[in-house]
């Protein structure tokens, strides 16, 4: 028994498991995770629920070696899963390769953030766990187990929330280096972006519109765009849509610095510098939040739009910054962009959980009609029961950890509620 206490990136769960585990071979990970009854892994604690929060034993793999491999003829790079997004970028640019996405933080680890389903943006920039091309699991039993695409259970154990075991290796494609460049324009009416949403998130390779939801106006509209080499780039427009073009670098947050903030005003430079929204050496201590994000059919985004407008007030009274991006659709089972074309909204809160629930849950209420899909590792308020809805393949899912895992080694509260739809 370890006096141990934990607690994610925000600091609003905390946690004590019976004993943390830092293994520093495979070996010893597949020991600790044979010996144990019940054990979940850690990642970088970038979760806003009790998704990570152990029944009784934790493990962290930040002290196995990083390991890299990269492999230029299948391009696909092998990379334990300890190893931050953005050490694998450096690691893949300066051999002349890249992934084609990333999210908004590069601080997070690569299999926390596959098997929570993390995101960046873009119309035809699918889910980051859309890269993975095989994962080796450390099994309930310690033993190593390598699923592959093609295999007729890999859709199912790509996001997978720590249930199907300790993902200590990922293969992921990769495409050849390139270079973006980052622009940010200014005030534009929530009624234009829906207006033009079609050629405002179909113009650039990956695009962001930050809203405060109160006044009715997209505040910045970030739009990254993905230079084509020997092409000079157009000049960017001084207005797009009624939004003007900004002369000074923003951060997604007003008021925040902006040199935390990746390049803007056009400056060309690698993709793994331009596409996240933070800088890689600058981490984000601040944590001081909590978040929520919904997830629709494209089709539906000025519906959604409209319906969050009418409690406007409400979501203003708590929110730090609201933001608004595309992502493509794919086939990973409880992705939450399972076979649609996907708007994603999300929502950066003042802490305090017990105030931002009544928020989320009326974001819910006004979103249900339109089909959202929550987060699996933010806040929402979603009754386990809506989740066999929102996630139409959550039975199947539920079905594979019981077969892959029938002592529910790697189980918890969590993954009984609202993939098992058990108390």
């Avoid at 925000?10 to 004993?19: R, V």
């Avoid at 650039?204 to 970030?222: K, Q």
Wanted: aromatic residues 8%; glycine residues 10%.
């Amino acid at each position: 028994m370890t006096d141990t206490s934990l607690h994610n990136w925000a600091g609003n769960i905390t946690f004590s498991p019976t004993e943390l585990h830092r293994p520093r071979t495979v070996d010893e990970l597949q020991s600790a995770v044979a010996k144990a009854r019940f054990i979940r892994a850690l990642g970088t604690g970038h979760s806003f629920n009790t998704i990570a929060a152990p029944r009784e034993e934790s493990v962290s793999l930040s002290d196995l070696p990083d390991e890299l491999e990269l492999d230029s003829a299948a391009r696909t790079v092998r990379v334990t899963g300890g190893v931050r997004f953005g050490e694998l970028a450096r690691y893949l640019d300066r051999n002349g390769f890249a992934l084609r996405n990333m999210g908004s933080l590069p601080h997070i680890a690569v299999a926390g953030a596959v098997s929570t389903g993390t995101h960046g943006s873009g119309d035809g920039n699918a889910v980051l766990a859309a890269s993975v091309e095989a994962i080796e699991y450390v099994g309930p039993d310690g033993s190593l187990r390598r699923v592959a695409r093609g295999e007729a259970d890999f859709d199912g154990s790509v996001i997978a929330l720590g249930a199907l075991g300790i993902a200590y290796a990922l293969e992921l494609s990769v495409v050849e280096r390139f270079d973006v460049r980052q622009f940010v324009y200014e005030d534009l009416p929530l009624t234009g972006y829906c207006d033009h949403l079609d050629a405002i998130t179909g113009g650039s390779y990956s695009t962001s519109a930050f809203t405060d939801w109160s006044s009715g106006r997209i505040g910045a509209l970030w739009l990254k765009q993905r230079i084509t080499p020997g092409v000079d780039p157009a000049a960017a427009p001084a207005e797009l849509f009624g939004s003007r073009l900004a002369t000074v670098a923003h951060h997604p947050i007003p008021g925040e610095q902006a040199d935390w903030a990746t390049a803007q005003l056009g400056e060309v430079g690698p993709w793994h510098e331009r596409l996240p929204h933070f800088r890689m050496d600058f981490t984000p201590s601040a944590g001081d939040e909590l978040q929520s994000e919904y997830f629709l059919d494209r089709q539906h985004a000025p519906a959604a739009i409209r319906a969050l407008s009418g409690i406007s007030a409400l979501i203003g009274s708590r929110l730090l910054i609201g933001e608004i991006r595309t992502i493509a659709a794919d086939q990973l089972w409880i992705s939450p962009f399972l076979d649609r074309q996907t708007v994603a909204l999300h929502f950066t809160w003042m802490p305090g959980l017990a105030q931002v629930e009544p928020i989320t849950r009326a974001i819910e209420t006004a979103l249900a009609p339109l089909g959202a899909r929550p987060h699996w590792g933010k806040v929402f308020t979603l009754d386990p029961r809506d989740f066999r809805t929102a996630y139409p393949r959550l039975g199947d899912f539920s079905e594979l950890v019981q077969r892959v895992d029938p002592q529910a080694t790697f189980g918890n509260e969590f993954i009984d509620r609202y993939v098992h739809g058990s108390a």
